[in-house]
């Protein structure tokens, strides 16, 4: 079993930046890949961004050029660095894993996630 962490979520004004942290904890083989979802209220959780195994990094079109990826695989942590916060990116943050990816395997899909953090709330303002 996994355990994921999230944190650094908080209230800010639009325009403004966040960074949140996840760590990983229990059995985190090496094969483990992490990745940042968010669910605004009433909508789909939607992914965010995410490493491959090897580090190769994707993020999702509405957040490019604003929001950034880093890893330290040494502490098992990924963070999220938020730029440029739009109220539109209101949501609660999660972080998600899975050990079962082959290859250079990406996490982006909902279903492929074995592990969910509790979700930190970002609440951007107007």
């Excluded at 491959?52 to 890893?71: C, L, P, Q, W």
């Excluded at 050990?99 to 074995?114: H, K, P, W």
């Amino acid at each position: 079993q996994v355990q994921l962490v999230e944190s650094g979520g908080g209230l800010v004004q639009a325009g403004g930046s966040l960074r949140l942290s996840c760590v990983a904890s229990g059995r985190t083989f090496s094969s483990l890949t992490m990745a940042w979802f968010r669910q605004a209220p009433g909508k789909d959780r939607e992914f965010v961004g995410a490493f491959s195994r090897s580090g190769i990094i994707r993020t999702a079109n509405s957040v490019k050029g604003r929001f950034t990826i880093s890893r330290d695989n040494a502490k098992k942590t990924m963070y999220l660095k938020m730029n440029s916060l739009k109220p539109e990116d209101t949501a609660v943050y999660y972080c998600a894993a899975t050990n079962s990816g082959r290859g250079d395997y990406t996490l982006t899909q909902l279903g492929d996630a074995d592990y969910w953090g509790q979700g930190t709330q970002v609440t951007v303002s107007s």
